[in-house]
């Protein structure tokens, strides 16, 4: 089973995506956090994506689809994979489809976290991040048990650069004007679309209803 976990900055990817890696005993495979981890350990790519992450721009689809093809290439990602941030554009859709056929695997299933701007700039600011585990917190929704520190590892909680509103704007605008056109391009057969405005375990149950069908498809 290939899954792409697909939809705004702040719908729930992240969270959704890890759900049904557990579940299918496959790996979960964030961009994102790629991304991230490359700025943190100021490699030669971590200085090239550092700049882009910050202002909330997409990284370039040639750097993007080097490091993801990387990845999938990976002997863990032969029985499947979940990919949360990927693809982001439709070159790099078509990027992934050829990458997927070289290799001999399954054409993805899109799994869409629909989420309105207004109710993701109202979480995104909200949102913290250990500093150690990646762990993800809300102070709405899911805090976490002491203030500013992490329930798993004790770290310290962070606002990511890219949690900032004006950023978030600037991440909505740039989904909407590139994101936005990879679901047409996939179309209504292969997305299935769950409202991601309900509660994690809601979101949770209508995700499992779609991956299921989706495995059984
Ligand atoms: P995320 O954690 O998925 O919200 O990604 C954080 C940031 O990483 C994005 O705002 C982009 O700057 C960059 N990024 C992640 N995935 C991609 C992608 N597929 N293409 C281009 N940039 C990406």
């Not at 993801?68 to 979940?82: M, N």
């Not at 982001?88 to 399954?106: D, F, I, K």
Request: aromatic share 6%.
């Amino acid at each position: 089973m290939i899954y792409l976990v697909f939809g705004p900055p702040g719908c729930g990817k992240g969270t959704q995506a890890a759900h049904l890696a557990e579940r299918f005993h496959i790996p979960a495979i964030s961009t994102g956090e790629m991304f991230r981890a490359e700025c943190k350990a100021g490699t030669d790519l971590g200085k090239i994506v550092c700049a882009a992450l910050t202002k909330g721009e997409l990284v370039s689809d040639e750097v993007t689809n080097q490091i993801v093809a990387r990845r999938l290439t990976q002997p863990d990602c032969r029985q499947g994979f979940v990919l949360d941030g990927y693809p982001r554009t439709v070159p790099q859709a078509r990027q992934l489809e050829s990458l997927l056929r070289r290799e001999g695997l399954m054409d993805p299933r899109v799994i869409y976290l629909d989420v309105p701007d207004e109710a993701l700039v109202q979480r995104l600011t909200s949102r913290r991040q250990c500093s150690e585990c990646g762990h993800i917190y809300n102070l709405h929704f899911q805090p976490p048990v002491r203030p500013g520190i992490c329930d798993v590892d004790g770290g310290t909680l962070m606002v990511r650069a890219d949690d900032q509103e004006s950023v978030i704007r600037q991440r909505l605008r740039s989904y909407h004007e590139l994101t936005g056109p990879v679901l047409n391009w996939y179309g209504p057969g292969v997305v299935h679309r769950v409202d991601g405005t309900r509660s994690v375990h809601d979101v949770t149950d209508a995700v499992d209803v779609e991956a299921m069908d989706c495995s059984t498809a």
